[in-house]
């Protein structure tokens, strides 16, 4: 069943590398409530993709995340979390205590989705577009808070290093010169 699950994704990875990333949209994906979903309900809008963990160094990146997303939100943008615990086991909670933690913690209204694996052989489709060799910024995700910015156009506009902050100027230029752009 798992090698089955592989070789589906594997395929999905391919034709959307095949397609250009326009087909970043057509992923199957889980909401954190698990239920079906893709990004389908975000095409025409930029988003910022980024691997979240509640444990890390990095974790207050979630405050700067929920006031970019507050900031852009109403101008076609949305931060989009996806939980990961390749990293130091830094996101080990369940989906449920993973959305309270947000909410509690850093009053995160953005979007979170089912925790999924970023890199290596359980890598998820969507990473595997976001990273594969087709992409425009290629390489495996190296930590928590790895940030992808992608445009209307459902392409990858710019990606940023976990320790680049989401309140950072260059993160917000960026964000800028995506929403501009036609």
Known sequence: MKFAMLLAA???AQTVGAAGGASLYEIPL???GGKDTSLKAWQGRVMLIVNVASECGLTPQYEGLEALHRKFKDKGFAVLGFPCNQFGGQEPGS???IKKFCTKNYSVTFPLFDKIEVKG???HPLYAALTGK???????VTWNFGKFLVGRNGKIFKRFDPETAPDSAEVIE???KALAAK
Request: hydrophobic content about 40%; proline content about 9%; overall charge negative.
């Open 10 to 12: 594997l395929a999905l």
């Open 30 to 32: 889980k909401d954190i």
């Open 95 to 97: 989906n449920a205590e």
């Open 121 to 123: 052989r359980g890598q």
């Open 134 to 140: 087709g992409a425009p910024f290629p390489g495996d």
């Open 174 to 176: 960026a964000v800028e």
